[in-house]
């Protein structure tokens, strides 16, 4: 619930950027299908994947509730842009929501090797995050949940060291309690969608794949850089990092990333507020290049 002395939401500005970048988001996905020049059709897909990002970005403020005060209208406008993604919204507001619950516990760990760790399972999942494959799963999962809930909910592994491990018993458990019915019509139309901008687009198969590719890479890749190595806290362990300034308006200050653990009913307009100067401030480019080294033995003094 948002507090009386928030920010203001900048509805508005909000509904204008996503509009906006789910239109250059088609027209990415237009040029990457029909553009001759192998160059053109590469430009097409990076462009797509930072304009998704500012998509996704905004899907992220209606898993909190400050794309827009009116809560019908939030959810709405949730459920349209997680159509991009593609995904259901109220499946990636569960699992966000749970995230924040669960940050830097020892179910939220990718970056250190503890003591029992599967170390194939804990390498091949941090790698998997550097790849894009992990974005895989989210559109994936989506989708076996609405056909099969069941399958989803066996693999939980609850009270398991493989559960524990990879977060599913955190995850999938929410699963539970998720409601299937607005899911399944939530999938539905996302389902929708891409088959229309398929059809009125005429988006050949390499075309899409080529943008979402890009998009899983670059999507995939921020979404643990900004926790790498950070403080073992709930609320304080993330960094704010640093990255070129027009690259963080692309991402909505996606960026300032302990801000919002700190404070996350704050709009993204006003994260740069809140941001702590006397902490540390790692560069992007510098924790994504340490991550490929793979995860860490867990230390003996931890942050």
């Known amino acids: 619930m948002r507090s009386d002395d928030a920010p203001p939401i900048p509805a508005a500005l909000n509904a204008v950027l996503l509009v906006a970048a789910m239109g250059a988001g088609a027209l990415c996905l237009w040029t990457a299908s029909h553009a001759e020049a192998l160059a053109v059709r590469l430009v097409a897909a990076g462009v797509f ?50 995230h924040h619950r669960h940050n830097r516990t020892d179910r939220e760990q990718f970056d250190y090797l503890r ?23 989210v559109p994936v999962g989506a989708l076996v949940f609405a056909l099969a809930p069941g399958l989803l909910k066996r693999l ?64 995939s890749s921020l979404q643990y850089a900004d926790h790498a190595w950070s403080p073992l806290d709930v609320r304080e362990g993330a960094w704010d990092l640093r990255v070129a300034a027009p690259v963080r308006w692309v991402f909505l200050n996606y960026h300032y990333h302990r801000a919002h653990h700190t404070h996350p009913q704050v709009p993204w307009l006003y994260l740069g507020r809140y941001v702590d100067e006397g902490v540390p401030r790692p560069g992007f480019l510098r924790i994504w290049l340490q991550m490929w080294r793979g995860p860490r033995p867990f230390p003996e003094k931890t942050p």
């Open 156 to 219: 939980r592994g609850p009270g398991t060291r493989y559960g524990e491990q990879t977060g599913a018993d955190a995850y999938l458990g929410r699963l539970e309690e998720a409601p299937g019915a607005i899911i399944r019509a939530e999938v539905l139309g996302t389902v929708a969608v891409q088959v229309g901008l398929a059809y009125a687009l005429d988006l050949t198969l390499a075309g899409w794949a080529l943008c979402y590719a890009a998009f899983a890479v670059n999507w």
């Open 115 to 137: 003591p029992g760790d599967h170390r194939w399972l804990k390498r091949a999942q941090w790698y998997a995050i550097l790849t894009g494959i992990y974005w895989v799963f």
């Open 49 to 98: 994947s930072y304009v998704n990002n500012t998509v996704f970005s905004l899907l992220h403020e209606a898993t909190h509730g400050v794309l827009h005060p009116a809560r019908s209208v939030n959810n709405g406008l949730g459920r349209l842009a997680a159509t991009f993604f593609p995904t259901s919204f109220t499946l990636q507001r569960a699992f966000h929501l749970t």
